[in-house]
């Protein structure tokens, strides 16, 4: 006899022993699986131990019902690290109902979320962030600012958003190296005089 030959309810017997990971492999595995396992998942999704996990998959997936579902629990998500990548989900994630319970105590790639967008060359997450009033000048682990990333990245968008947003282009990260090193390191002439430019109107 085959898994799937077992009855619904032994299925679900077996459903509660299994991990979070293996329980999303039998999820994929056969649509009738995948139908009688979703509520368990869901269930999971809003437990505080799985939470964080889930509001990462969901927000990469783009699975706003999901993201909407896990939202809903009704304790604080102590979020490590950011699911601010659903670049479509980030107002959803941002809105000030959910925003007091969606705690994030860690930085993704040792940085904030802005960092992540410049490092990316995301102009949609970084005036979305922007407008939400995040810190322009925020330091990465490093020391390094969103503008910095951007610089290396070659954003000129990006660089112009930051800039007016009130980005200090001389802030040095750990290194001792501005946003205008990393432009030059990487030789992008564009950030290169625009960075340039802000050092102009700033003397």
């Not at 009738?32 to 437990?47: D, E, K, N």
């Not at 990462?56 to 304790?75: D, F, G, K, W």
């Not at 001389?170 to 290194?175: F, G, N, P, R, S």
Request: charged letters at 15%; a positive charge; glycine letters at 6%.
């Amino acid at each position: 006899m085959s898994l799937l030959d077992l009855p619904s309810n032994v299925l679900l017997k077996i459903s509660a022993y299994l991990s979070p990971s293996s329980l999303r492999s039998l999820h994929a595995a056969n649509q009738r699986l995948c139908t009688l396992l979703t509520p368990i998942l869901h269930s999971l999704a809003i437990q505080p131990s799985f939470a964080p996990i889930a509001l990462h998959y969901a927000a990469s997936h783009h699975n706003e019902a999901l993201v909407r579902h896990i939202l809903s629990a009704p304790t604080n998500l102590h979020i490590h690290g950011t699911p601010l990548h659903g670049e479509p989900l980030i107002p959803l994630l941002l809105d000030p109902t959910h925003t007091p319970r969606l705690i994030i105590t860690d930085r993704c790639l040792y940085a904030t979320p802005l960092h992540w967008a410049a490092r990316h060359g995301s102009t949609t997450v970084t005036r979305t962030l922007l407008a939400h009033g995040v810190g322009v000048n925020a330091a990465a682990r490093n020391g390094g600012t969103a503008l910095g990333w951007a610089a290396y990245n070659g954003s000129p968008e990006i660089i112009r958003m930051l800039l007016d947003a009130g980005a200090d282009h001389t802030l040095k990260d750990h290194a001792g190296l501005r946003p205008l090193h990393y432009a030059l390191a990487k030789g992008r002439k564009e950030a290169i005089e625009m960075l340039k430019e802000a050092s102009r109107k700033k003397i």
